[in-house]
C-alpha cells in the first residue's frame, strides 16, 4: 500500500485453511520470498537492503541494513548464519560500484564476506552442506566462494542465467540459461554436461531425493534428467 510517498509491504502468515494468523508491516519494497529456519524464524530482506528476522508468531528478533539493494533471497547455512547478496548502485546512472555478500550472525551482526569483480542480478545465492556457496553475477559469471569467503573459482556462462543455481548431494551444480541450455558443473567449476532446450530457461532446476533434476523451459516443456545428464522424460504443459 502507498502512504503519501512511502512505499509499505506486508508478509503475512495464513493457517492451512487460509486464514490470516499474523501480518508484519515492512517499510519499502520486498523483491524475493522469505526463508525459513528449522525453528520456524522468518527471514526477509527490503529491496533498500535491510534485512529481518522474526519469530513465528511474527514478532521481530532482530534487523540489519546491508551496504546495498538487495534483489534476491538469503541463504542459510548450518549454524545459522545467513548470506545475503548486495549492490552498491550509484543512483545518477542506476550502476552498480560494488556488489558482494554479507555474512549475518543469528544475532543478527553482518560482515563483510565477499566481494565480486562485477554486478550482481536477482538470483539468489545457494549454500551446500560443506558451506560453499555459489552465485551468479549479472555479467553472467557463476562464482564459487569458499567457507571462509574467498574465491574458489569463477568460470564465465555464455548466456544469462535468470533462475537460482542448484546443488545435489555430491556439490554439482545446476543451472538455466537464457539460450535454453540446462548446464552441470562439478565443485571444481568442471562443465559435466549441458542439454538444449528449445526454449529459454528462467526458472531454477529441482533436484529430487533420487537425484533427478527438473526443469522447465518456455518451448513448453518440462525436463526430467539424472544426475550424468540423460534425459529421461520431457512433458508438454503448453
Not at 94 to 109: D, F, N, R, T
Not at 144 to 167: E, H, Q, R
Not at 199 to 223: M, Q, V
Amino acid at each position: 500500500t502507498r502512504e503519501g510517498t512511502s512505499l509499505e509491504s506486508k508478509l503475512m502468515c495464513l493457517n492451512e485453511k487460509g486464514i490470516l494468523k499474523w501480518n508484519f508491516k515492512i517499510e519499502g519494497t520486498v523483491k524475493s520470498p522469505p526463508i525459513t529456519d528449522s525453528y520456524g524464524n522468518i527471514y526477509l530482506a527490503t529491496q533498500k537492503g535491510e534485512v529481518i528476522a522474526l519469530n513465528y508468531r511474527g514478532s521481530e528478533i532482530w534487523r540489519h541494513k546491508t551496504r546495498g539493494y538487495v534483489l534476491n533471497s538469503p541463504c542459510l547455512d548450518s549454524n545459522g548464519n545467513l548470506f545475503i547478496v548486495y549492490s552498491v548502485i550509484n543512483l545518477k546512472n542506476l550502476k552498480a560500484v560494488e556488489s558482494g555478500i554479507e555474512k549475518i550472525s543469528s544475532y543478527g551482526k553482518g560482515k563483510n564476506f565477499f566481494k565480486f569483480l562485477d554486478w550482481h542480478n536477482q538470483t539468489s545465492p545457494v549454500i551446500t552442506a560443506e558451506g560453499n556457496i555459489y552465485v551468479i553475477s549479472g555479467t553472467n559469471n557463476l562464482y564459487a566462494v569458499n567457507p571462509d569467503g574467498s574465491k574458489k573459482w569463477v568460470i564465465s556462462l555464455s548466456s544469462p542465467a535468470k533462475g537460482n543455481p542448484a546443488t545435489n548431494r555430491k556439490e554439482d551444480i545446476f543451472l538455466g540459461c537464457d539460450d535454453g541450455t540446462l548446464k552441470a558443473y562439478n565443485k571444481e567449476g568442471k562443465l559435466l554436461w549441458r542439454y538444449k532446450t528449445q526454449g529459454s530457461i528462467e526458472s531454477s532446476p529441482l533436484i529430487d531425493e533420487k537425484g533427478l533434476i527438473y526443469t522447465g523451459s518456455n518451448d513448453g516443456y518440462l525436463y526430467c534428467f539424472t544426475t550424468e545428464g540423460n534425459k529421461k522424460w520431457s512433458f508438454y504443459i503448453g
